[in-house]
C-alpha cells in the first residue's frame, strides 16, 4: 500500500504528497534537498510522534503538521473532530489486530502517548491519546481481531 501525506504549512496551506514526491525529498539535518535542489534549513522543533515540525526557510518560520494515510482516514470518518486536549475513548479507525497494548487500567495518560497499536493492511499503527485522562477500560488483549469504529480503550 502506498502512502499518501498531507501537510499543513502554518496552519492554512496544504500540500499533498505522492509516493514519488516522497522519494524525491530527503531531509537532514541542516539541509532540505527536493529533486536534487539543496535548501539550506534551520530546525527549530521536531515532534516525531505529533507529526509536527517547525523550520526556519530563508528568515522565515513554517509550522508544519503531517498527516499520513490514516491520519487521513480518521479524518474522512469524522473521527478526527475532538478537541486535541479532550480526553476521549479510543475507537479503531478500521478493522484490524491489536499487536500492542501500552497502557493499562487506572493509568494517567498525557496527550500524545502510546496507547495501543494496531495492525491493519500490513500497516502497524500506533493509536495515541487525544488529550489527558484516566484509562477506564481496556476492551481488547494482544492478538484480538477488531472491527471498524469498535470501542478499544476508555478514557475519562
Known amino acids: 500500500m502506498s502512502t499518501t501525506y498531507k501537510l499543513l504549512v502554518n496552519q492554512s496551506h496544504s500540500i499533498l504528497l505522492n509516493p514519488q514526491d516522497v522519494q524525491n525529498l530527503d531531509v537532514s539535518k541542516n539541509h532540505l534537498l527536493y529533486n536534487s535542489e539543496s535548501i539550506d534549513i534551520e530546525w527549530l522543533e521536531r515532534d516525531f510522534n505529533q507529526k509536527t515540525y517547525r523550520f526556519k ?3 522565515e518560520t513554517f509550522e508544519v503538521e503531517i498527516q499520513d494515510t490514516l491520519d487521513l482516514l480518521i479524518e474522512n470518518l469524522g473521527l478526527g473532530t475532538a478537541s486535541a486536549h479532550e480526553a476521549s475513548d479510543v475507537i479503531a479507525p ?5 499487536v500492542q497494548v501500552s497502557v ?3 493509568q494517567q495518560v498525557k496527550q500524545g502517548d ?6 491493519a493492511m500490513k500497516m502497524e499503527n500506533t493509536l495515541v491519546a487525544k488529550g489527558d485522562g484516566v484509562v477506564k477500560g481496556i476492551k481488547v488483549d494482544i492478538g484480538d481481531t477488531v472491527g471498524k469504529l469498535q470501542l478499544l480503550i476508555e478514557i475519562d
Open 114 to 119: 502510546p496507547l495501543l497499536t494496531l495492525e
Open 104 to 106: 493499562s487500567e487506572g
Open 94 to 98: 478500521m478493522p484490524g489486530r491489536i
Open 57 to 59: 526557510l530563508n528568515g
